[in-house]
């Protein structure tokens, strides 16, 4: 089982990137649970066409004890199995407290075993990389963290902190940085500034994505760019970086 945490800073199409990524993964056969590590609990929603989700925090607060692995889990497009932690009501209480309580839920139910799983994405919000959003980082959760960033200063900025933390975190035994992600905002510089970012944390860029009116026009939709326009150049560019984030793994013998 490969457990990949996907990490950037808020808009920057993290959580649209890592559902299609979930789906191309699906489409070879390969058993996907996609985690939504964010508050607003709106990760896997592409991957659900809008379908009501309860989260496990929610949950949780509901049932104690009683929370069972069926509660916390729906399946979605290409049998992607989708969870989202969920998060206090704004301004009342530690949001990364909702990925503590679901990291802990899904791996005190037994989900990675039950669902057989082949890969687990992790969608991180990472605006901020302390507490709870670290979590994913730890060991025995992720075995890898990507980073997801266009040109544009502050999403360099939050990678920037991000990879910063991964590295600080890998002397605690943490999971390591497997690369970048770029997807294209159309900025000055945009490829080089990224490239230089990856450089700066002795990582690679491992995929690019174009910035297309498509994957707007399927959210419109509430769907996937995988399922709304599987053969576009734009599902092209995800099936190769789905490949690319499995070679990643196959290259340290995670699969």
């Known amino acids: 089982m490969i457990k990949i945490a996907v990490y950037g800073k808020g808009g ?11 789906a191309a993964l699906a489409e070879k056969g390969l058993t ?4 939504g590590c964010d508050p607003k609990a709106d990760s896997t929603i592409q991957l659900r066409h809008g379908k009501e989700m309860r989260t496990v925090l929610d949950l949780y607060n509901e049932k104690k004890q009683n929370l069972k692995l069926k509660d916390m889990t729906m399946v979605g497009y290409q049998g992607v199995i989708c969870v989202e932690a ?8 530690c949001a990364g407290r909702g990925i503590i309580t679901a990291l802990e839920k899904l791996k005190e139910t037994g989900a990675y075993e039950t669902y057989k799983l082949d890969i687990v994405l992790y969608d991180v919000l990472g605006d901020v990389v302390c507490g709870g959003f670290s979590m994913p980082m730890r060991k025995g959760y992720a075995d890898k963290v990507l980073i997801i960033t266009s040109g544009e200063n502050m999403a360099i900025h939050a990678g920037a902190n991000i990879a910063m933390a991964v590295q600080n975190f890998r002397n605690r035994g943490y999971a390591a940085l497997g690369g970048i992600i770029l997807n294209r905002r159309n900025v000055k510089r945009e490829e080089e500034k990224v490239q230089e970012l990856a450089e700066d944390f002795e990582t690679k860029v491992i995929g690019k ?10 959210e419109e939709q509430g769907k996937t760019l995988m399922e709304c326009y599987p053969e576009s150049e734009m599902a092209t560019e995800y099936r190769i970086l789905a490949e690319q984030i499995l070679n990643l793994c196959r290259e340290d013998g995670l699969c």
Do not use: E, F, R
């Open 12 to 22: 920057i199409g993290k959580s649209t990137t890592v559902s299609n990524v979930a």
């Open 32 to 35: 996907v649970m996609q985690i």
């Open 86 to 93: 969920g998060g206090p009501t704004p301004g009342l209480g």
């Open 209 to 218: 994505l174009t910035h297309s009116d498509l994957v707007t026009d399927a």
